[in-house]
């Protein structure tokens, strides 16, 4: 490998035992449908929340899946299907959970001030933000179709101004890697290659 790296165990709707006895150092929860068996309900995440070693920290892709699930059928935008509130409220849920157990969270590629906000005020709790979400906005979506879907997506310009307000000595840039063949992309595969970027 010419760059660090840690694989993380995934969540599903069902593993609890086999995530907390697996010995993996992390865990990976998508609050949100993946069309993969790795896609977990509230109620899953919170068993993994209470099933996962205590010391290890949970990893939460934050998107609210059953917002996201209302939207799909008044939105065919990407972005507005997956809005800025569907991560916010995801990520609410997921900081007020780990804090009842007093857990170690990391929410992934936060997009918006607000969800930075919320982070902070948790103190088992860090966030990390992507260049995608930095240097892309909502608005670079149609001059790169099919290239700009990410989850979550490219915001606003405000959100994107947000990130930048934000950034300080707590936060931590991530690659997010998640590459796909240009066909894929073109079929609609969310995702970037982000390790060059990085």
Not at 85 to 91: G, H, R, T
Not at 146 to 164: H, V, Y
Request: aromatic share 6%; hydrophobic share 35%.
């Amino acid at each position: 490998a010419r760059c660090d790296y840690i694989l993380r165990f995934g969540a599903s709707e069902t593993n609890f035992a086999e995530a907390a006895q697996s010995g993996a150092s992390q865990l990976k929860i998508f609050l949100t449908d993946t069309k993969s068996e790795l896609g977990c309900s509230n109620e899953a995440a919170i068993r993994h929340f209470q099933s996962f070693p205590k010391e290890k920290p949970i990893c939460v892709h934050a998107e609210d899946r059953r917002r996201i699930a209302e939207r799909e059928k008044t939105h065919s935008l990407h972005h507005e299907i997956r809005d800025a509130k569907s991560a916010q409220v995801a990520c609410e849920f997921a900081l007020q959970e780990a804090g009842k157990l007093g857990r170690r969270i990391h929410i992934c590629h936060v997009t918006t001030g607000l969800e930075i906000e919320m982070c902070r005020r948790y103190p088992n709790a860090t966030y990390e933000i992507t260049p995608n979400h930095l240097f892309l906005s909502a608005a670079d979506c149609k001059n790169i179709p099919g290239f700009g879907k990410i989850n979550p997506p490219l915001r606003a310009l405000r959100e994107q101004s947000a990130l930048w307000r934000n950034i300080n000595n707590d936060t931590i840039i991530s690659s997010d890697h998640a590459p796909h063949l240009i066909k894929h992309k073109l079929e609609g595969a969310p995702g970037f290659p982000g390790v060059g970027t990085l």
